[in-house]
């Protein structure tokens, strides 16, 4: 299996499900924490060579010069006390261990003696006031423990990565402001909700601009852009963990955390052209940065998705989407059917592949685990996951139940709009759809149907009408969405609505 | 027998006989000019051509909107269409030429075909060319293809791409100024993007004219015929009847369901026949027909309580069956349903409707739990008043037209009429200040959670998209009420046949905001109490925009470093809203 960067696969390095799928891709990871980890690599800085005399260290997101293979490990910021600020006073009891609570209560001690103004009272509720306004940027609305919450990327200060405070190691510890271990002993390599999702679609970024190196200065300034339009929070920021560092005088013996990069196929960069021109396209346009955010979170799986369905795609199959619209007033029985079989055969499709996978490489697979169990973890890791993930942006309906198929929600319309076309442009809406056909192998109309039915990875059928119904439905779920408007007898047009965004160099 | 009946049967597509739905065949009927009405396109392309000011028109837009018409009134007007003579595919006149229809030209001559029409003020002709969108944009590309090539040159993907832009852009703004592509100048109109509701009324009244319904006064039948018996009632009360008409198509207009002219005359044809023959019911015994074929069952798609069959083929009563118009609760629900008070209607009216309450009267009263549940049970009841409320919303006897705004306020949104007087007339500062008012209340409580109360500035909170609860927030700039207006824009389109048509804008210092009925009562929803919903993504996309332009305009722009940075946060508390601000020095953060 060639893979992305070049490594050499030895015996039990990867699964099974790795091998085909990237390393790795795991369930667990919600959609932000996706963007959250992709833009932690971007920003950490990066080194190569050996660790004692590095070749190069650069803190470029996309080191294409310095190491076009991919070879390289990475240093993300740390901190660990601020999100101990915003987090420790609201999440569950669990995993509260009283050296953090000490911290905790020193550094609120500290903050109060580093504000002006106001008496204590006061200055403790402007405490709980940053808490909270930080607090309502969370990523993750589910119980967990404090070190394990995120925050959206609002500025680049609350980009962390993940470090997990096991129990063990932290409940006797005891708190001093001279001791390491109070904010270095934290496991960064569990990988429990940063499931190395978003490093897949770093990866994919990665070869994909070193293919297209003319995207990169556009789409680093760009990113940037979007974390750091609110310095405000950088200094808010910025305050809390300089008043803690200030105390905590053994944060300078904090251990830097290294990462390694995993890899991905190299089929995946069947998509290194889309993916560039979609991001470059979304990212330009003026939107908020937060409608952004959301937006790009929900893109990012549908471009992670589209590439791991490609990769397990042959000439016959091509293991193209069909999409039952599925607009309430244009209900649509022969689409939904139509697309269940398709999304049926997507799915033998993968199994396919897995059991070929395991076939091929079976002698890179542990010998202590039989096939079937080896199968079982790959397809677990693969279309099952792959359910999970398309559920979760609304691609695949229903959530629960029978009849799965990919229909498209009007968040993903609203990522697919912006991707497609540049901004404040138009295009005529059977260009859009073949656009959609195109990049992520959607099939909406006739025209689309035709095409895959000849490559013969479509059920054959002759009258075409339902289909022609469901681009109706699709007219219409565009223009509730406001993306489109009827120009005229038969020509509607799909928009860009918002303006091109200067980039602030 | 009137054959004028089976002219308005078809008009419509509901069952087999819809000729009359074909514009060449309806030139040709002796009714089309008795039906028809004249656009202001028209009488200014004729104009062009007798001035000797020759231009270039090309005319697409929705079928049915009248395309064809506007050519047989050049035609006309030009004296070169006789009576019943039909219309070629194209011919070219002395000062005049027009092609009908570009796809009815061989695909391979029409590139020929736009150019002859391009050419011909160059030629001391105005020429007229009607196409479809699609067909016009293909051969545009090979026209201009063929130029650039000619002339040596590339034509690129890109240039494809900008050529067809620069004709959507057009066909969407449909603005009356020539535009030049490659070495040619010319008009592009579409007509899919002229208001056409006031057409509603005038139509209405054509059809209802003396001359078309002589022959049934002379009928044996006319004391029985639903179709004699709608047209007098509507004749009757003919502005009542035409201000509900045509405010339903306003109201579909500004949702952006436009009714094109062919379907509001088969909509209004359906009102009033059913689709019945002079034969049919002259053989026929038909029940109650003057409840069942009334026009304003009939209007909305019913017999009597049933719908009827195949009716959501007309796309006006499709329409008004998804919005429901008839279940919307209206002030008079407890005079109509429960005092059985019928004297807001006209004597025969009351006669129909009591004769309808009492076939329904229930004799027996419901006193078990069950049969209270018992939704079947219910459901006659329903379809009873749900009936009752279309003769009320089209045929209440009304003093005046404050009395019909306030009916058609219930049922198309409180400030339905405000808005529809906003962008048919120009209104007094002190109007457009109290839509600002509303405005400015509804993204109050949206960015704060609170009623102004008084207060005049508006904080721009930074809000997350989605729903996830936020007590804090943090406040980028202030803008006062008295810092944006509502302005209208008069539209000066030689196009355009209403005469005083504005559109509504929001305006922030240089920039404007185009405001539009959907959004109006999604703000008025709001100040009564409604919770911000994302049920409708054309509006929070609209809203979203709106709040990116206020942030433009208003917000305070980032800081360039830590020292120029105060930070204000609302926070909101059960006693209210507080402000807070920080600003930072060195190390320290201050409070004040």
Redesign the interface.
């Known amino acids: 299996m060639k893979m992305y960067p070049d490594v050499d696969v030895k015996k039990k390095n990867y699964p099974l499900q790795s091998l085909l799928f990237g390393h790795r891709i795991q369930p667990s990871q919600t959609k932000y924490e996706y963007l959250i980890e992709f833009l932690q690599v971007a920003i950490a800085k990066k080194e190569g060579g050996s660790k004692d005399d590095p070749s190069f260290s650069t803190s470029a997101m996309f080191p294409i010069e310095e190491a076009p293979d991919g070879n390289f490990r990475y240093i993300p910021k740390l901190g660990i006390g601020l999100k101990r600020f915003i987090f420790l006073p609201k999440s569950k009891i669990d995993g509260k261990a009283k050296v953090d609570e000490e911290a905790y209560r020193q550094l609120i001690k500290e903050?109060e003696e580093?504000?002006?103004?106001?008496n204590t009272i006061?200055?403790r509720n402007?405490i709980t006031?940053?808490q909270?306004?930080l607090n309502?940027?969370?990523a993750v609305?589910q119980s967990r423990s404090w070190f394990d919450q995120n925050v959206?990327p609002i500025c680049p200060e609350v980009i962390l990565p993940e470090g997990m405070g096991i129990k063990k190691w932290r409940q006797d510890m005891s708190f001093s402001h001279d001791e390491a271990d109070v904010d270095g002993k934290f496991d960064y390599h569990k990988y429990t909700y940063m499931c190395r999702g978003g490093e897949v679609y770093y990866l994919h970024l990665l070869n994909a601009l070193v293919e297209h190196p003319e995207y990169k200065d556009e789409i680093e300034s760009r990113l940037n852009e979007m974390i750091s339009?609110?310095?405000?929070?950088s200094?808010?920021c910025?305050?809390i963990k300089?008043?803690w560092e200030?105390y905590y005088t053994a944060s300078g013996q904090v251990p830097n955390v290294i990462k390694e990069l995993g890899a991905i196929p190299l089929s995946f960069s069947q998509r290194n052209d889309y993916t560039l021109n979609e991001l470059k396209n979304f990212l330009s346009s003026?939107?908020?940065p937060?409608?952004k955010?959301?937006t790009l979170a929900n893109g990012i799986i549908l471009q992670l998705l589209r590439m791991m369905y490609l990769a397990a795609s042959t000439e016959t199959d091509s293991n193209c989407w069909v999409i039952d619209v599925n607009c309430s007033?244009h209900e649509n029985i022969e689409a939904k059917k139509s697309a269940i079989a398709s999304f049926k055969h997507n799915e033998e499709v993968i199994s396919t592949y897995l059991y070929q996978g395991l076939a091929n490489y079976r002698d890179l697979l542990s010998d202590k685990k039989d096939d079937q169990t080896l199968i079982k973890d790959a397809a677990n890791d693969s279309y099952r996951l792959f359910r999970k993930l398309g559920k979760m942006i609304g691609i695949i309906i229903p959530f629960t139940g029978k009849g799965m198929r990919f229909t498209l929600s009007?968040e993903i319309i609203?990522f697919l709009v912006l991707a497609i076309i540049p901004p404040k442009?138009?295009?005529?809406l059977d260009a859009f759809v073949s656009e959609l056909y195109r990049h992520f192998g959607m099939v909406i109309g006739p025209e689309q149907y035709k095409t895959e039915m000849q490559k013969g990875s479509v059920a054959e059928v002759g009258d075409f009408s339902f289909l022609e119904a469901n681009l109706d439905a699709f007219a219409q779920k565009l223009?509730?969405?406001?993306f489109l408007?009827?120009?005229?007898?038969?020509?509607s047009?799909v928009e860009n609505?918002y303006d091109l965004e200067e980039v602030n160099e | 027998m009137n054959d004028f009946i089976n002219y308005l049967n078809s008009t419509n597509n509901v069952g087999g006989n819809s000729t009359g739905s074909l514009a060449e065949s309806q030139v040709k009927s002796s009714y089309y000019d008795s039906v028809k009405v004249d656009r202001r396109l028209g009488s200014y392309i004729a104009e062009c051509v007798n001035s000797g000011d020759n231009k270039a028109f090309i005319l697409t837009g929705h079928a049915g909107d009248g395309k064809t018409s506007i050519l047989v009134q050049v035609l006309k007007t030009l004296g070169y269409l006789q009576n019943d003579s039909g219309l070629s595919v194209e011919e070219e006149f002395e000062n005049f030429l027009y092609i009908k229809d570009m796809s009815e030209i061989p695909s391979g001559k029409q590139d020929k075909a736009l150019e002859k029409a391009l050419l011909a003020p160059s030629n001391q002709k105005t020429s007229l060319l009607i196409s479809n969108t699609g067909p016009l944009l293909k051969t545009f590309e090979i026209l201009v293809e063929k130029q650039v090539k000619a002339n040596g040159g590339e034509f690129t993907d890109k240039d494809k791409m900008a050529l067809q832009s620069k004709l959507l852009t057009q066909l969407d703004s449909n603005n009356d100024e020539p535009i030049t592509v490659g070495d040619y100048s010319f008009i592009l109109v579409n007509i899919a993007r002229v208001d056409n509701v006031p057409f509603a009324a005038k139509i209405l009244k054509n059809i209802l004219n003396d001359n078309l319904w002589s022959p049934c006064n002379t009928c044996p039948c006319a004391d029985r015929c639903p179709i004699k018996s709608n047209r007098n009632i509507v004749v009757e009360q003919f502005d009542r009847v035409a201000a509900f008409v045509e405010n339903y198509y306003r109201f579909l207009y500004e949702n952006d369901k436009r009714m094109t002219i062919r379907q509001m005359i088969g909509q209004i044809s359906y009102a009033l026949t059913g689709n019945l023959t002079c034969s049919e019911i002259m053989s026929k015994h038909l029940k109650e027909p003057f409840f069942n074929y009334n026009f304003a069952n009939l209007f909305f798609g019913y017999i009597g309580l049933k719908a009827a069959k195949d009716t959501t083929q007309i796309k006006g009563i499709e329409q008004i069956r998804n919005f429901e118009l008839d279940r919307i609760a209206l002030d008079v629900d407890y005079k109509l349903f429960v005092s059985q008070d019928y004297s807001c209607f006209t004597p025969f009216i009351q006669s129909e409707l009591k004769a309808l309450s009492t076939k329904h009267r229930k004799h027996y009263q419901i006193t078990n739990e069950d049969q209270i549940l018992d939704e079947k049970k219910h459901e006659k009841e329903l379809q009873l008043r749900r009936a009752i409320r279309r003769f009320y919303l089209m045929f209440s006897l009304v003093e005046d037209f404050a009395e019909i705004d306030h009916i058609m306020n219930q049922v198309f949104g409180s400030l339905y009429t405000e808005y529809r007087t906003l962008i048919s007339s120009k209104q007094s500062k002190h109007v457009l200040n109290k839509m600002r008012a509303t405005i400015f209340d509804a993204l109050y409580i949206k960015n704060t959670g609170f009623l102004p109360n008084g207060k005049t500035e508006l904080p721009l909170t930074l809000r997350r998209e989605d729903d996830v609860f936020q007590n804090v927030m943090i406040v980028l700039g202030e803008v006062n009420r008295s810092d944006f207006s509502v302005i209208q824009i008069k539209s000066s389109s030689n196009f355009e046949d209403i005469d005083n048509k504005h559109e509504l804008f929001l305006q922030m210092d240089d920039k404007d905001f185009r405001l539009t009925l959907p959004m109006i009562n999604y703000f008025d929803k709001l100040i009564n109490g409604a919770i911000a919903s994302n049920n409708n993504p054309a509006l929070s996309h609209g809203i979203a925009q709106l709040d990116a332009l206020l942030l433009e305009q208003y917000g305070e722009g980032k800081p360039d470093c830590e020292e120029d940075c105060e930070l204000t946060v609302i926070i909101n508390t059960t006693k209210g809203q507080e402000i807070e601000r920080f600003s930072f020095d060195g190390n320290r953060l201050n409070i004040s």
């Open positions: 903050l580093h504000m002006t103004g106001g006061k200055k402007s006031i940053i909270n306004l309502g940027f969370s609305n959206l339009s609110f310095p405000q929070f200094y808010l910025n305050f300089g008043t200030e003026k939107a908020h937060f409608e955010m959301e007033g009007e609203k442009q138009m295009i005529t223009k509730d969405c406001g408007r009827d120009l005229s007898d038969a020509t047009i609505p």
